[in-house]
């Protein structure tokens, strides 16, 4: 089993910043991507950005170029850089972390709430 604790999320005016964590544990070797999902009120949850142990990225269209995903192995910890908010971007973040292998369980953090006003 694999245990997500987010931190970071909060209320913040258009144009601020906001940095979210995420922490693993449990049985961190299984981990293999871990990243960010969102999902805002009457709308499905959708990607924000992922990273592999490599050091891969992926990320959602509407938050390429003003946010950034990075990694820290050995803390096994996953943080996502928010610049440039807009009122769109709030919702609940999600942490999500992948097995190495496929068809393995998935894991989910249970959300932090992300607020941008306008």
């Known amino acids: 089993q694999v245990q997500l604790v987010e931190s970071g999320g909060g209320l913040v005016q258009a144009g601020g910043s906001l940095r979210l964590s995420c922490a693993a544990s449990?049985?961190?070797?299984?981990?293999?991507?871990m990243g960010w999902y969102r999902q805002a009120p009457g709308k499905q949850r959708e990607l924000v950005a992922t990273k592999t142990k490599g050091g891969s990225t992926n990320y959602g269209d509407s938050v390429k170029g003003r946010w950034t995903i990075s990694r820290d192995n050995a803390k096994n910890t996953v943080y996502l850089q928010m610049n440039s908010l807009k009122p769109e971007d709030t919702a609940v973040y999600y942490c999500?972390?992948?097995?190495?292998?496929?068809?393995?369980?998935?894991?989910w953090g249970q959300g932090t709430q992300v607020t941008v006003s306008s």
């Open positions: 449990g049985s961190i070797f299984s981990i293999g991507t």
């Open positions: 999500n972390a992948k097995s190495t292998w496929v068809g393995g369980p998935e894991y």
